[in-house]
């Protein structure tokens, strides 16, 4: 019997109301909990989070948060998501 492997689509079946991490264009990241999604990939979060990651004249790094709350991120923005995020 040959298992079938796993697309991405699956991946993303298997991660509704789990917290995930999205990097979209321009180096944005937004974590939050995926509600669902649509089509055109456009994913629904709740409890979202935009992480800024800051740099110091020293070279640490350091990371921001700003509560978003609800939002939709359109699924021609999206570079990866990371579906691997502890909930």
Do not use: C, W
């Amino acid at each position: 019997m040959e298992r079938r492997s796993r697309r991405p689509i699956d991946y993303l079946k298997a991660s509704v109301g789990k917290i995930i991490l999205i990097k979209a264009k321009r180096n944005i990241l937004f974590r939050g909990r995926l509600l669902g999604y649509d089509e055109h990939l456009n994913l629904f979060l709740e409890e979202t989070t935009q992480i800024f990651e800051d740099q110091d004249e020293e070279g640490n790094i350091r990371e921001e948060h700003e509560n978003l709350g609800s939002i939709v991120v359109r699924g021609d923005n999206i570079v990866f998501i990371d579906f691997f995020i502890a909930t």
